[in-house]
């Protein structure tokens, strides 16, 4: 089926960095996701795009976290700076309509120490 | 806020046995029902989207509704080991922004006795 790549698979960082999360979505997608998975918890929503935009964030979408897809490349999130309770793992997701099924990729790994 | 609770937390059947999986939610207003499986260390895969109540199959794999009961169950018919994963309920919301939003469960861990 169609494949969601994200890079890096896992990335160790200190408290305070900036840290970037990279998705590479199905191609001819149009929507994409972010979701976030804290050990042992359910996966939650952080934040929908659309057309250069942010469409809908929830709660856990804090000040410092951004998202962008400049010029078709990656659909990346920024955390600016990081915290403790920042570790988790990210699962991007892209669809084609925004009711359409989200294929996922295979989540990158954040550990902020 | 939609919340979303799966049962059991793991269940282990026997090869050639059918098994289910439950899924309830708190708002029956909400848009789409999907089936996720995510094998350890791997993406989620997508396995059956349903939208009215009723049933949809896809496979060895179906999905029934019941939007009064706020419950959407999974069965899957002639479980094999490959099906051995962590299994994921999602309810989708399109909250008039085009752009769907799925709340999940914690997940029901399938396993097969061979």
Known sequence: GPKVLQIPSHQIIDMGQMVTLNCDPVSNHLYFYWYKQILGQQMEFLVNFYNG????????????????????????????????EDSAVYFCASSDRGQDTQYFGPGTRLLVL | QQKVQQSPESLTVSEGAMASLNCTFSDGTSDNFRWYRQHSGKGLEMLVSIF??????????????????LHVSLH???????????????????PGTGSNRLTFGKGTKFSLIP
Do not use: W
């Not at chain 1, 469409?55 to 403790?84: C, H, N, W």
């Open chain 2, 76 to 94: 899957i018919r002639e479980p094999q080991p490959s099906d051995s994963a962590v299994y994921l309920c999602a309810v989708g919301d399109l």
């Open chain 2, 52 to 69: 009215s109540d009723g049933e949809k199959e896809e496979g060895r794999f179906t999905a029934h509704l019941n939007r009064a009961s």
């Open chain 1, 53 to 84: 935009k942010v469409m809908e964030k929830s709660k856990l979408f804090k000040d410092q976290f951004s998202v962008e897809r400049p010029d078709g490349s990656y659909f990346t999130l920024k955390i600016q700076p990081t915290a403790l």
